[in-house]
């Protein structure tokens, strides 16, 4: 059910693109394409052999090499194809089927710059559930290794690479001086926890509310905290502090809260802010477990797993 909501959700997220692709449709496109899905051989019966298959497999009857394609496809088809495939059958932190699918459609550079345009659409777009930098990561590897484009075509894509580089998952965090209320600063690296929940916010926005909300109401972060195993660091990275200081009294005096003197977390790329609020969750040596989420019910299923 929940992969159908996801699915669902995307729709709507680029209805704006389908209607575009739409109006060229109907003016000069000389038939639509559909996109044929794989059947599932029925002698496999074991979940993960049907993986494997389809992670092999699902792309089997598309022609990438069909160069009308990308004038004939259907892009909110394209993409609820694409979703159903990063849903159902790619594991979050394994991107070789990804690396597999930007291979195939490296035949043509038409091919290969409309697979990046749902990829980004997918994986890299803020407001997109399916985002992965784990995943994305192998598309903007492909394009910078690709021979179809040119030296200055691969500058965005390098700079997008070196931004989601930061911070993965399983890796050691980059680490910040943040600035109290009292004006005195301190380093994350610092904090002396089992745990810690980094959580870079804007306060007063709506999503920071909600996060806020399900912070002070998770049982077992409270637990955690009230047990000194837990600290959460809130980190404000604007500018406008008038509007930091009016939201002190939002958050528990539990929790540590801070700013971004200067902005030097933006500004030297040691985050991704494109989209805030972000969760981090990391463990005692500052490694990722869970990276640029807004998933309180996600955290506390991988504190539980680690108790």
């Given at each position: 059910?929940?992969?159908?909501?996801?699915i669902?959700?995307?729709?709507?997220?680029f209805?704006g693109c389908?209607?575009?692709?739409?109006?060229?449709?109907?003016?000069?496109?000389p038939k639509?394409y559909?996109f044929?899905?794989?059947?599932?051989p029925t002698h496999l019966?074991?979940?993960?052999?049907q993986?494997?298959?389809?992670?092999?497999?699902y792309w089997?009857k598309f022609?990438?090499a069909?160069s009308?394609f990308?004038?004939?496809a259907d892009?909110?088809?394209?993409?609820?194809a694409?979703?159903?495939f990063l849903s159902?059958?790619v594991?979050?932190?394994d991107?070789?089927?990804?690396r597999?699918?930007?291979?195939?459609?490296s035949?043509s550079k038409p091919?290969?710059?409309?697979?990046v345009?749902?990829?980004?659409k997918?994986?890299h777009d803020p407001?997109?559930?399916l985002?992965s930098?784990?995943?994305?990561?192998?598309?903007?590897?492909?394009q910078?290794?690709?021979p179809?484009?040119?030296?200055y075509?691969?500058?965005?894509p390098?700079?997008?690479?070196?931004?989601a580089s930061?911070?993965r998952?399983?890796h050691?965090a980059n680490?910040?001086?943040?600035t109290?209320r009292s004006g005195?600063?301190?380093?994350?690296?610092?904090l002396?926890?089992e745990?810690?929940?980094?959580?870079i916010?804007?306060p007063?926005?709506p999503m920071c509310?909600?996060?806020?909300?399900?912070?002070k109401a998770?049982?077992?972060i409270?637990?955690l905290?009230g047990?000194?195993r837990?600290k959460?660091?809130?980190?404000?990275?604007?500018?406008?502090l008038?509007?930091?200081?009016k939201?002190?009294?939002?958050?528990p005096k539990s929790?540590?809260?801070?700013y971004d003197?200067?902005?030097?977390?933006?500004?030297?790329?040691?985050?991704?802010?494109?989209?805030i609020?972000a969760?981090?969750l990391?463990?005692?040596?500052?490694?990722?477990?869970i990276k640029?989420s807004t998933?309180?019910?996600?955290?506390?299923?991988?504190?539980?797993?680690m108790?």
């Amino acid at each position: 059910m929940k992969r159908y909501a996801i699915i669902a959700l995307l729709l709507l997220i680029f209805t704006g693109c389908a209607n575009r692709n739409k109006i060229a449709t109907k003016s000069n496109r000389p038939k639509s394409y559909n996109f044929v899905y794989v059947p599932m051989p029925t002698h496999l019966t074991s979940e993960e052999e049907q993986l494997r298959y389809m992670r092999s497999h699902y792309w089997d009857k598309f022609d990438f090499a069909d160069s009308l394609f990308t004038t004939k496809a259907d892009t909110v088809q394209m993409l609820r194809a694409y979703a159903a495939f990063l849903s159902n059958f790619v594991d979050p932190l394994d991107a070789a089927p990804i690396r597999a699918l930007m291979q195939k459609a490296s035949v043509s550079k038409p091919a290969f710059e409309y697979f990046v345009m749902l990829s980004e659409k997918l994986l890299h777009d803020p407001n997109s559930p399916l985002r992965s930098d784990e995943l994305y990561i192998a598309v903007l590897e492909a394009q910078i290794a690709s021979p179809h484009l040119d030296k200055y075509e691969k500058i965005a894509p390098e700079y997008d690479l070196r931004i989601a580089s930061q911070n993965r998952i399983g890796h050691p965090a980059n680490d910040f001086t943040y600035t109290l209320r009292s004006g005195l600063s301190r380093q994350m690296y610092r904090l002396d926890s089992e745990f810690v929940i980094l959580y870079i916010n804007n306060p007063g926005c709506p999503m920071c509310r909600d996060i806020t909300a399900a912070l002070k109401a998770s049982p077992i972060i409270n637990q955690l905290l009230g047990q000194g195993r837990l600290k959460i660091l809130a980190i404000y990275p604007d500018e406008q502090l008038d509007e930091w200081h009016k939201h002190l009294g939002d958050f528990p005096k539990s929790w540590i809260n801070g700013y971004d003197k200067g902005c030097h977390i933006d500004r030297a790329g040691l985050y991704d802010l494109r989209a805030i609020p972000a969760l981090y969750l990391l463990d005692r040596n500052k490694k990722v477990l869970i990276k640029d989420s807004t998933s309180v019910a996600d955290i506390e299923v991988v504190l539980q797993q680690m108790l």
